[in-house]
């Protein structure tokens, strides 16, 4: 392919850095990945990839490979203390779309990523702090400041740079965070299901406080656990005998959870999301993953949208650049096409975290109510909505 695009900068080597930069190698446009860590970080402990991330995973060669890295699904259980809300099989769900959702240690999946990258495709300890966007398409290139001073000039910068983006200040500036109200800590449990269970990934509601689970291997847990709360609270000593102790009302498993978590892997964040602003690029600087759309991880869709906007960007560069060839026209189709649906979703996942956290006991009980009486099929569409990424087509030539 012939295109004025050789250098394409990529900000975040998250799983929507990885992704996008995967996803353009597969298209023969080369990236490079720039991480301010040191080293791959595990932020999160686990992660869901729901149908609609392996449908892309799947296009791009690794859904095998992640799969037997980490646990396959087969229904997903929603309740309020020991009473059943609403219970989803997955079986169907593989049926409609060809995959069901895997639950998987991040550390896992950032590896098998980042392996297929070209050598030298992962640059860490780069921190990118100032950037000027350029002009597209025989303009000026876009610049890159890093703290280190370095400096990089790219035909195309793509920021997947997570909630507090460098990239999207520069493209849309003073973008406000938005507090859930809720703060979460995420951890991984050196325990085991019963066999019954170690394919179900279940979340209880308990007013202020909730906690969701899943194996993520044969004697692994991934776990959240969510609290009613200001912003910028801190732990006074150790989390775990404090969740030990919040938790222990709730329904087994959940007090043996959090007993056997490994208090290293404890991660406690507050939960924001952002207005999904109305313009996702600027001259030649492009966003992705949460720079684009930070969302609250109600639905298990912030790491699924991030993969999706970067298989459908990589798509986009490829085709207007061999068909005009315009950055511009490119970035333009990216957005038409993600923004509607990101957009939706991150709205709902902020909805659903509102209703999880009911305490008032009238509220609560209407909300159960309501849960419990969905139809079926329309339990059914809604996820169907979800699941359907709307990406992946036979004709798009990978």
Known sequence: MTAPV????????????????????????????????????????????????????????????????????????????????????????????????????????????????????????RRAVAIEVGEPDGGAPARVRFEDGDELEADVVIGADGLRSVAREAVTPGVPLRYSGVTCWRGIADHRLPDGDATVCREVWGGAARLGYSAIGRDQIYFFACLSAPAGGRDDGPAKPALVERYASFPSPVPAITAAADPATLIRTDLFDVETPARWHRGRVVLLGDAAHAMTPNLGQGGAQAIEDGFALAACLATCLA????????????????????????????????????????????????????????????????????????????
Not at 11 to 23: H, Q
Not at 358 to 385: C, E, H, K, M, S
Request: one cysteine or more.
């Open 6 to 125: 050789r250098r394409v900068v990529i900000l975040g080597g998250g799983i929507g850095g990885l992704t996008c930069a995967i996803a353009l190698a597969r298209r023969g446009i080369a990236a490079t990945v720039h991480d301010q860590a040191s080293e791959l970080r595990t932020v999160g402990a686990g992660i869901w990839l729901p149908s609609n991330a392996m449908t892309v995973m799947d296009r791009l060669g690794l859904a095998a490979e992640q799969s037997a890295a980490g646990i396959l699904l087969e229904r997903i259980e929603l309740a309020d203390g020991t009473r059943m809300l609403q219970g989803i099989e997955l079986a169907p769900v593989r049926a409609r779309f060809g995959h069901t959702t895997l639950s998987i240690h991040r550390a896992a999946l950032q590896r098998i990523l980042a392996a297929h990258l070209a050598p030298g495709g992962l640059r860490l300890g």
């Open 323 to 398: 068909a005009t060839p315009s950055v511009a026209d490119a970035f333009a189709a990216y957005q038409a096409m993600r923004r509607p649906r990101a957009l939706r979703i991150a709205r709902l996942a902020w909805r659903l975290g509102r209703i999880a956290h009911y305490q008032n006991p009238i509220a609560r009980g209407l909300r159960n109510f309501v849960l419990r009486a969905t139809p079926d099929a329309v339990a059914r569409r809604q996820t169907d909505q979800l699941y359907d990424a709307g990406l992946v087509k036979p004709s798009d030539g990978q």
